[in-house]
Protein backbone atom coordinates (compact mmCIF):
# COMPACT_ATOMS: atom_id res chain seq x y z
CA UNK A 1 0.00 0.00 0.00
CA UNK A 2 1.90 3.56 -0.73
CA UNK A 3 0.94 6.77 1.09
CA UNK A 4 -1.72 8.10 -1.18
CA UNK A 5 -3.76 4.63 -0.54
CA UNK A 6 -3.85 5.33 3.14
CA UNK A 7 -6.91 5.11 4.95
CA UNK A 8 -6.57 8.41 8.04
CA UNK A 9 -7.34 6.24 11.11
CA UNK A 10 -9.43 9.28 12.13
CA UNK A 11 -11.37 11.72 10.09
CA UNK A 12 -10.73 15.26 11.43
CA UNK A 13 -13.87 16.58 10.06
CA UNK A 14 -15.58 14.12 12.08
CA UNK A 15 -14.43 14.68 16.00
CA UNK A 16 -16.46 16.36 18.14
CA UNK A 17 -13.58 18.76 19.62
CA UNK A 18 -15.44 19.67 22.95
CA UNK A 19 -15.04 15.64 23.86
CA UNK A 20 -11.68 15.64 22.55
CA UNK A 21 -10.97 18.73 25.68
CA UNK A 22 -12.64 16.89 27.95
CA UNK A 23 -10.72 13.84 27.54
CA UNK A 24 -13.75 12.10 26.73
CA UNK A 25 -13.93 8.79 24.24
CA UNK A 26 -14.39 9.80 20.68
CA UNK A 27 -14.79 6.49 19.03
CA UNK A 28 -15.23 3.31 20.94
CA UNK A 29 -11.59 2.56 22.52
CA UNK A 30 -10.17 6.37 21.88
CA UNK A 31 -9.38 8.50 23.90
CA UNK A 32 -7.01 11.21 24.02
CA UNK A 33 -5.07 12.58 27.07
CA UNK A 34 -3.84 15.67 25.13
CA UNK A 35 -4.71 17.04 21.54
CA UNK A 36 -1.11 16.35 19.62
CA UNK A 37 -1.34 20.36 18.39
CA UNK A 38 -0.88 20.98 22.23
CA UNK A 39 2.79 21.55 22.76
CA UNK A 40 2.24 24.22 25.83
CA UNK A 41 3.73 26.71 23.78
CA UNK A 42 2.76 28.14 20.09
CA UNK A 43 3.79 26.63 16.88
CA UNK A 44 7.53 27.36 16.21
CA UNK A 45 6.74 28.52 12.63
CA UNK A 46 3.96 30.82 14.16
CA UNK A 47 7.04 32.05 16.30
CA UNK A 48 9.17 32.57 13.41
CA UNK A 49 6.58 34.69 11.15
CA UNK A 50 6.38 37.00 14.39
CA UNK A 51 10.16 36.96 14.43
CA UNK A 52 10.31 38.06 10.78
CA UNK A 53 7.55 40.68 11.45
CA UNK A 54 4.67 39.06 9.64
CA UNK A 55 2.11 39.79 12.41
CA UNK A 56 0.83 43.27 13.16
CA UNK A 57 -2.29 45.04 14.69
CA UNK A 58 -5.03 43.26 16.38
CA UNK A 59 -4.85 39.61 15.71
CA UNK A 60 -7.27 36.94 15.56
CA UNK A 61 -6.62 33.41 16.78
CA UNK A 62 -8.92 31.08 15.31
CA UNK A 63 -9.27 27.68 16.37
CA UNK A 64 -7.28 28.51 19.55
CA UNK A 65 -7.39 25.11 21.53
CA UNK A 66 -5.89 25.97 24.77
CA UNK A 67 -4.62 29.22 23.57
CA UNK A 68 -0.51 28.84 23.68
CA UNK A 69 -0.55 31.21 20.28
CA UNK A 70 -2.92 33.83 21.75
CA UNK A 71 -0.70 33.80 24.89
CA UNK A 72 2.48 34.24 23.25
CA UNK A 73 1.21 36.90 20.84
CA UNK A 74 -0.52 39.02 23.86
CA UNK A 75 2.89 38.67 25.87
CA UNK A 76 4.71 40.21 22.90
CA UNK A 77 1.84 43.28 22.95
CA UNK A 78 -0.31 41.96 20.42
CA UNK A 79 -4.00 42.86 21.07
CA UNK A 80 -5.52 39.18 20.58
CA UNK A 81 -8.99 37.66 20.56
CA UNK A 82 -8.70 33.92 20.58
CA UNK A 83 -11.91 31.56 19.35
CA UNK A 84 -12.35 27.91 19.42
CA UNK A 85 -15.71 26.21 18.93
CA UNK A 86 -15.05 23.95 22.29
CA UNK A 87 -16.02 25.75 25.52
CA UNK A 88 -13.33 23.51 27.39
CA UNK A 89 -10.55 24.25 24.72
CA UNK A 90 -11.76 28.07 25.63
CA UNK A 91 -11.64 27.80 29.50
CA UNK A 92 -8.16 26.22 29.14
CA UNK A 93 -6.99 28.83 27.67
CA UNK A 94 -8.38 31.61 30.24
CA UNK A 95 -6.95 29.48 32.84
CA UNK A 96 -3.42 29.45 30.94
CA UNK A 97 -3.66 32.98 30.28
CA UNK A 98 -4.49 33.85 34.00
CA UNK A 99 -1.44 31.72 35.06
CA UNK A 100 1.00 33.70 33.10
CA UNK A 101 -0.51 37.11 34.26
CA UNK A 102 -1.65 37.82 30.28
CA UNK A 103 -4.70 39.46 29.05
CA UNK A 104 -6.35 37.92 25.91
CA UNK A 105 -10.19 37.83 25.31
CA UNK A 106 -11.30 34.15 24.85
CA UNK A 107 -14.71 33.37 23.37
CA UNK A 108 -16.43 30.21 21.85
CA UNK A 109 -17.22 30.55 18.59
CA UNK A 110 -17.52 28.62 15.26
CA UNK A 111 -15.17 29.00 12.75
CA UNK A 112 -17.17 28.73 9.72
CA UNK A 113 -19.31 31.86 10.88
CA UNK A 114 -17.49 34.57 12.92
CA UNK A 115 -20.24 36.59 13.16
CA UNK A 116 -20.09 40.05 15.42
CA UNK A 117 -16.15 40.11 13.82
CA UNK A 118 -16.02 42.10 10.74
CA UNK A 119 -13.66 44.19 9.89
CA UNK A 120 -11.87 44.38 13.00
CA UNK A 121 -8.46 41.95 12.72
CA UNK A 122 -5.26 42.99 11.36
CA UNK A 123 -3.63 39.36 11.36
CA UNK A 124 -5.23 35.81 11.59
CA UNK A 125 -3.71 33.29 12.80
CA UNK A 126 -4.63 29.79 12.19
CA UNK A 127 -2.95 26.67 12.77
CA UNK A 128 -4.14 22.79 12.59
CA UNK A 129 -7.66 24.08 11.93
CA UNK A 130 -8.66 24.19 8.19
CA UNK A 131 -8.27 20.08 7.66
CA UNK A 132 -10.82 19.86 10.98
CA UNK A 133 -13.24 21.27 8.49
CA UNK A 134 -15.41 19.68 6.13
CA UNK A 135 -15.19 21.15 2.21
CA UNK A 136 -18.60 23.15 2.98
CA UNK A 137 -17.47 24.32 6.75
CA UNK A 138 -14.40 25.48 4.48
CA UNK A 139 -15.88 27.28 2.23
CA UNK A 140 -18.06 29.86 4.75
CA UNK A 141 -14.73 29.61 6.82
CA UNK A 142 -13.17 30.91 3.85
CA UNK A 143 -15.81 33.80 3.64
CA UNK A 144 -15.81 34.52 7.26
CA UNK A 145 -11.94 35.07 7.51
CA UNK A 146 -12.67 37.75 4.22
CA UNK A 147 -14.77 39.56 6.50
CA UNK A 148 -13.50 39.41 9.66
CA UNK A 149 -10.04 40.61 8.43
CA UNK A 150 -9.40 44.48 7.28
CA UNK A 151 -8.80 45.49 3.96
CA UNK A 152 -5.03 44.38 3.57
CA UNK A 153 -5.41 42.17 6.51
CA UNK A 154 -2.96 38.61 6.91
CA UNK A 155 -3.85 35.51 6.92
CA UNK A 156 -0.99 33.07 8.40
CA UNK A 157 -2.93 29.69 7.98
CA UNK A 158 -1.06 26.48 8.91
CA UNK A 159 -2.81 23.08 7.80
CA UNK A 160 -1.89 19.74 7.59
CA UNK A 161 -2.83 16.92 3.95
CA UNK A 162 -5.63 15.11 4.26
CA UNK A 163 -2.27 12.04 3.49
CA UNK A 164 -1.17 13.08 6.83
CA UNK A 165 -3.28 11.86 8.60
Do not use: K
Amino acid sequence: MSNSDAVPRIDPTTVDYEQLYRGEELFPGVVVQRPPWDIGRPQPLLTAFETAGRIRGEVLDIGCGPGDTAIHLAGLGYRVTGLDVAPTAIEQARQRAARRGVSVTFDVADAAILDGYDNRFDTVVSSALLHCLNPEQRRTHASALARVLEPGGRLIQFCFTPAEH
